[in-house]
């Protein structure tokens, strides 16, 4: 399982990546603007810390984002382009597969939008799961589906659970076999604890005290 930070903080990725388990990054426009730092700049900083950074195009229509795609495909190998899940998109998603660009297909809220944007050559596609389940339904159901249905054919087009609220996410990700999860720095600064390693530790350390030792 892959496991990316969502995020278009520079500092956050640098501080995960030091951990050793970062595999990448998402952006998307809204976590761009929160920093507000340069789009490229940000991008290529976070290129030279993980493998994989998804930067998104801004055009609605097909013609924009392959040239929004050819663009930032020349900024940094690293570079995955982000194609919103529309008709337009799917277009986007063919042209870029063709030239070998890789992509991340972003919006996807079903099944079917899972399997146009598989069908059309995503690299990568992200259902949002957070945000269905801030409408009242249950994201990680989105995920079965997909997952199911995934391991019925030969889609070689990576899973990545994206819009994660809390560890449970995570969990439930894993669980269902999903090939990466995108999270939020305060999720995943939450993943590498448990109360009992602390007292744990503590324990150990004070136990060690009593030992009679050189140094
Ligand atoms: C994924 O690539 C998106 O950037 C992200 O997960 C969106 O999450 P949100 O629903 O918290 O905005």
């Not at 986007?92 to 079903?110: E, H, P, Q, Y």
Request: aromatic share 6%; hydrophobic share 45%; net charge neutral.
């Amino acid at each position: 399982m892959k496991l990316f930070l969502d995020t278009a903080n520079v500092e956050h990725v640098a501080e995960v990546a030091s951990w050793a388990v970062l595999d990448g990054v998402t952006t998307n426009p809204t976590l761009v603007a929160k920093e507000g730092k340069d789009f490229k700049e940000t991008v290529l900083k976070m290129c030279e810390l993980v493998p994989c950074v998804s930067a998104q195009v801004t055009a609605t229509d097909a013609e924009g984002m392959q040239q929004q795609a050819v663009e930032y495909s020349k900024w940094h190998k690293h570079v995955v382009v982000k194609v919103p899940m529309t008709t337009e998109g799917l277009k986007a998603l063919r042209f870029c597969a063709k030239k070998g660009i890789r992509t991340n297909t972003t919006l996807v809220f079903s099944l079917p939008q899972a399997i146009l944007a598989a069908k059309a050559g995503a690299t990568i596609i992200s259902p949002f799961v957070g945000r269905i389940d801030d409408i009242g339904e249950n994201g990680m159901v989105l995920i079965g589906q997909i997952m199911e249905a995934w391991a019925h054919y030969k889609f070689t087009t990576e899973v990545l659970v994206a819009s994660v609220r809390h560890p449970d996410h995570v969990i439930e990700a894993a669980r269902l076999g999903a090939h990466i999860a995108t999270i939020p720095y305060e999720v995943f600064k939450k993943l590498p604890l448990h109360p009992l390693t602390d007292t744990g530790i503590k324990r150990f350390l004070d136990d060690w005290e009593k030992v009679k030792h050189g140094s």
